[in-house]
Structure formats: structure tokens, C-alpha cells
DNA sequence: ATAGATTAATTGTATATACAATTATACAAT
DNA sequence: ATTGTATAATTGTATATACAATTAATCTAT
């Protein structure tokens, strides 16, 4: 019987109920005709009035459709399960850093599933990202990906959780909020900043200065795989050559500490530079007080942008394929096809030009 | 009287319609109780099956709320009235050249009104595109900011005229179709052209070499301003060393370019390189070729990219002003403020730093 | 063959009626 | 003060009935 005339849901809704899951079992397939409001109230018993009570709120819903002396027909299903398929990309700015390559990969694995992307600068600002916020959730986004601003762990899990609250999956790029449980795709920054400070010191360098901002996960990360390369091969850390900055990048202050760390040249064989955009500031700098690199001193960077007028040394980040793989992430998360966090941790490796000198 | 009992349209419909008047018209305003299914039948002279079927056509169109014991009210209409705010960006590549900087151009401006941006990236292909071109037309967007692909003039066209039969408008940016009437901003490329020349000219350069492609409008014109230039000050246009390719950008392509004309240094003392990725190209190659700039020959470029590293003296474009006057030209457009197409030229103005000599 | 009229099936519109469920409010009991 | 109970207003659910409108299909006349 398919109406339970005892059940405290109401009948036309029981009806309605079973017509939907004859539908999506394939009973009615599309553009069938189901049986005529006479039929059914035959079938079940009930009055016409109750039968086209359901049959409306499915015509209302797009499973059906009514036409006049005919029938009443079942739509396809496929054209109506218009899933959304627009992204979020949260990034501190398109133009600087690996944003652009990062905005690519997304894109073309948004691309590869017919997706879409929405791009949000946040010049690394809580209230911008909270701006932007606003904005996805109005525009009902399948999902975000996003690359934490320089807030606080407290606004960064607060941004995370209102979306999670509307059911919209989070990926994480790059840089990790800690306390919060969610899935983020980066790269083995701690093994990187081990294996290029090792390279450095295989190369005959003892004296290594360094410059970065703790803020961030990623770079944090790099500093300590510094210290352990060094602590492992008998290096004594030396704060006096360990700038780290606490606050986002901000181009006059890094001259600062690249104008200081390169007056003590003599002191020091090498630079490891947090990102390839403090190498940049050291190779201008070094032009205008004279210095050559690497003849005077050895510099390594980090992420490998493309620039093609220096030769720097740097750790080749896989940024291209972050996006991609966040994008992956994001898409099986939006289909519901994994539960639990999970972490993707992808590979950098060194480029070698020649921004170092060999001391052996 | 509110029914006409002998109109053909229905009753249920009459009383629809008189209801969305007094909502629209403001009797009964936002959060107002409309009057009980009892009193509508009542003033009306309906069934209350009737007036139900209206009021319940008016709740699934989202302008009123029922609330049990208490009756039926007026859901806030301008909550509803939700415009679609998202614009769609279509560049050939979001990490070269100043797509960026525009993209940032347009994204600022798009956070100022609360729209949204959809990034497209097309590889100046015209199937990539056009595949993009029905992602957004399925995502309903409300308007479409296009740098037109390297396609034919048709096809560049058939973009265009797939939106507008959408009722989207369409903004070109940077490059121009000819042949159809649409909104564009773009920058006077060819009094930059002129401009630049002159520089050289007046530099005391009379031998310059210049190397673009002629499938964009913008190239077009750099080089009409540049031939005008030499003619004015009376110099001979030479073709043997005007290097004109039809295609896209393509890197190889245009180092052979360079080598040609690097080669012919002797009877060159200036080059004008057709935007700023080309003159890093020659400046790549002049390296490895041990020829200096500007010692042994001079460059200019065109777009003002920021190179940290490379002291080119360029055009620079106001492109991230480009890109919020699309975003704004396009948003009058949604509004449906302005008829007829509207043409807006930025203007350029040349940065001087160290890639050219004086003879003079 | 074609145009026009008829038929019948089906959904569309409309009414009268009855009882159920929900819940703001008032009132009562503890 | 809190909790429980009753009341009444209003929407929610359900039925029986009747006629209207639409239109595919059939029949009829030319």
C-alpha cells in the first residue's frame, strides 16, 4: 500500500514521497507518463484534490510536468540536478607571488569538470576575506579554496567554520590554520628548508643567514628544517643572522633586513631567502651597493617564480599542480565521495642556477 | 470589486495578481499580515480553497510567508529582487603578461559594487573560449569583460553576438574586433607608438628595428604609430628590419626574432620591442650573446610589467585602470544606464629608466 | 486530400465542507 | 517564578463534487 492513512505525515506529502523515488529508481523514467489524476486516486484511494496537491509540488519541484489532455510527464532529471558549479578562490593578490601560476592549475582542473572559479583578493586582510566571505556564501559557492590571510589562528578557523556551517567544503592552499580539522594541500616545506639549507652547507657554506616571516605555516616550517640542517651537521645557530618577521610581506622592510643581513657579507657565505620575492629584493639591492652574486655572496630562494633575468637558486614548489590538486580535493569533497581530513603534501626540489658559489 | 467572476483569466489568478499589486504598490508593505484566508474569501467572494491556491502561488514565488495562527505575511521584497552579480573575466592567460594586473583592476572594482568575478582563462584559443563562453552563459552571468582570443575577426565576433543574444553585455578590453559595435576600453596604442619612436628619434636613433604581431589590434596600431613617427621626422621605413609576425605570442618564435635582429646590431642602434615580454626576450638573448644594453643597442618596450630586475624604459599602460573602467563600463551596462556603444582610451606615458642611449 | 466539426481524455478551475495541527495568549497550578 | 493546561485563531490536510478548457484523435463533408 503506498499511503499510510495512520502516519502522522500527511497523506499528499506520502504521495509525493513515492512518486519522486519511482522517478529516481527509474520506475517513471523521463518523459514517461505517470498515471492520470484519476488513476492515482484510484491507486491510492485518495481524492483528486489530495493527488494534485503532490502532483503540483513535484511540477513546482522540476520532476514533472503537466499538460492538458495528455498527461502528466516526468522531466529529465539530469538537466535538473543543475548542480553548482562554481569555486572560490581565495588569494592575498593575483599579481604578486605564485597567486597567478596557483589561480592557473585551479582553473584548468575547474575547467577539466566544467567548473567555474570566482577570484577574490584579500591582500592578505581578515576583513577583506571576511568581505569576500560574504560574497560566496551570497552567490551559494560549491566550494572554496583558500589561502589563509595574515590573520590571527582564531579569525582564520572563524572564516573556515561559517563556511563548514553552510555546508560548503574548505581546501586549504599552502598556508595551514592550525587548531581547525580540514583538508589542505601543500608542500614539505620542512624538508625543503632542510634539503636547500643542505645544499648550501654541502657546498662549503657554514655562515647561512636567513630571512623570512613567521607567520605563516609555510615559512615557519622552512626556518625550522634550516635549523635542523644546521644542528645536523654541526652548525651552531646563530640568531644574530635569523630575521624573522612577524608580519605579512612588506617590500621596505625586507630591503631593511636584506640592507642589514648584506653588510655582513663578510660574516656570512650565504643567504637563504624565505620566498624567491626576498631574493628579488636582494639581487636589486646587491646591484645598488655593488655586491655580486654570487661572487660576494650566495643566495637561495623559494617557490621558483618565473623570472627570467636572474639566475637564482631556488626550491621548486609544485605551484601549478597545488592548484590542481586543491581543485581535485575541493570537487570530491563537493560530491561527497571522502570523509575525514585529509592532507595532500606535494614535493618540491631544487633548481640550480647560479646564484651560489661553490666554497669546496 | 477585485474579481471579475465573468473575465476569462481565473480567479485564482485575478486575486494573484490584485495581491502582487498591493505588495508592489506598497498597501501591504514588508512583514505586513495580509488578511486571513477567511477575510479574503469574505472580501473577495471566493472559496477558501481558491484564495489558497493564490496565496500559495504567491509563496512559492517568494513573496509571501505563512505562519500558522498567525496568518500570512509579506516577505521583504527587496531581499528577494536578488540581482545576479556575476561578471565574467576572459583573459588568454592570468600569468602572463598584465592579465594580473587587469584582473586585479577589474576585481577591485568589482568589490566595490559587490560583484563577482569569474576567471576565464582562453590560451587566446578560440575553442577554449568558446567552451568558456558556455560556462558562463550556464552560470547566468550578468555581464562579460573579453579580451578577444587570437581567432578570426568572425569568430572573435560570434563570441561577442552569443552573449548580447543573451542580453549580456559584452566589454572588450585592450584588443578591438573590427567590424562590430561593442563597448570597449583599450588604450591609444597608436599615438603610444608614435610616442615611443619619437623618443628614440630624439634620443638621436635613426636605425630602429622594431618586432610585434599584427594579429592584434593593439600591435596593429604600435606599428602604424611607429611608421608614422619615422616618417614625420623624415626617416625611411625599412621592412628588412621590421619584424611583423601574424600569430600569437609564441616564446620561440620570438627569440629567433631577436637573434635576427641582435645580429643586425650594426646597423641597428634601437629596437622597439612590441610589448614587454618580447623585450625580455632580448634582453635574455643579449646576455647570452654578450651584447650590452644599452651599450651596444637600445630597447624599449611596451606595458610597463614590473620587472624588478630589468631597468627597460617602456610604455607604461594604465592597466589596472583598464581594468576598472571595463568593470564600471560593464556595470552601467547591467543597468542599463547608457545606449549606444561607448569607447573609452586611456592614455599611456612612457617611464624612462636604462635600456636606452643617447647619441645626441 | 483537405478543411472543419465532433469526441473524449485529461488537466484546470472552483466550491462547500470538515477536521487536524500549530501556537500565541491567557489562565491555573505548583 | 516556573510549569502545565485550556482556548482560540489561523493555517494545514483531506474529501466530494462540478464544470471549464485544451487538444489529440477521429469522423464528416466537401
Known amino acids: 500500500m503506498i499511503i499510510d492513512r495512520n502516519s502522522p505525515v500527511p497523506q499528499y506529502f506520502q504521495l509525493q514521497t513515492w512518486l519522486i523515488e519511482q522517478i529516481e529508481q527509474g520506475v517513471f523514467k523521463t518523459n514517461d507518463k505517470i498515471p492520470t489524476e484519476e488513476e492515482l486516486a484510484e491507486i491510492t484511494g485518495l481524492a483528486r484534490a489530495t493527488i494534485r496537491q503532490a502532483v503540483q509540488n513535484l511540477v513546482n519541484m522540476g520532476y514533472l510536468e503537466r499538460k492538458r ?6 522531466i529529465n532529471n539530469e538537466a535538473k540536478s543543475e548542480t553548482r558549479t562554481i569555486v572560490g578562490l581565495l588569494v592575498p593578490d593575483i599579481r604578486s607571488g605564485y ?11 575547474a575547467a ?36 589563509p590571510p595574515a590573520a590571527t589562528d582564531e579569525q582564520n578557523q572563524k572564516i573556515v567554520t561559517r563556511f563548514l556551517n553552510n555546508n560548503i567544503p574548505v581546501v586549504l592552499v599552502d598556508r595551514i590554520i ?4 580540514i583538508d589542505y594541500v601543500t608542500t614539505n616545506n620542512f624538508e625543503g628548508g632542510y ?47 635569523i630575521i624573522a618577521d612577524s608580519g605579512p610581506f612588506i617590500q621596505n622592510r625586507y630591503f631593511k633586513y ?48 618565473h623570472f627570467t633575468t636572474i639566475p637564482l637558486t631556488t626550491m621548486h614548489q609544485p605551484i601549478y599542480e597545488m592548484g590542481q590538486e586543491s581543485m581535485k580535493l575541493i570537487m570530491s569533497r563537493i560530491n561527497g565521495e571522502d570523509k575525514g581530513p585529509r592532507d595532500i603534501v606535494l614535493k618540491s626540489h631544487i633548481v640550480e642556477r647560479e646564484s651560489v658559489d661553490s666554497l669546496v
Open 258 to 305: 636584506a640592507r642589514t643581513l648584506l653588510k655582513k657579507r663578510n660574516d656570512l657565505s650565504a643567504i637563504f631567502a624565505g620566498h624567491d620575492r626576498i631574493a628579488l629584493i636582494f639581487y636589486s639591492l646587491a646591484k645598488e651597493m655593488g655586491v655580486s652574486i654570487p661572487g660576494d655572496i650566495s643566495i637561495v630562494g623559494y617557490d621558483d617564480l
Open 178 to 181: 592550525p587548531g581547525i580539522e
Open 99 to 109: 597567486a597567478p601560476e596557483l589561480a592557473r592549475g585551479v582553473e584548468d582542473e
Open 195 to 241: 634539503e636547500i639549507t643542505e645544499y648550501l652547507i654541502k657546498k662549503g657554506h657554514r655562515k647561512i643567514g636567513i630571512v623570512l616571516s613567521t607567520l605563516f605555516s609555510t615559512e615557519r616550517d622552512r626556518l625550522e628544517g634550516y635549523k635542523k640542517a644546521l644542528t645536523d651537521h654541526g652548525i651552531p645557530i646563530d640568531p644574530d643572522i
Open 112 to 147: 577539466k569538470n566544467k567548473h567555474s572559479l570566482i577570484l577574490c583578493d584579500t591582500d592578505d586582510l581578515y576583513v577583506k576575506t571576511e568581505f569576500h566571505v560574504n560574497r560566496l556564501l551570497e552567490n551559494s559557492v560549491a566550494g572554496v579554496i583558500l589561502m
Open 69 to 74: 489532455r495528455l498527461g502528466t510527464f516526468v
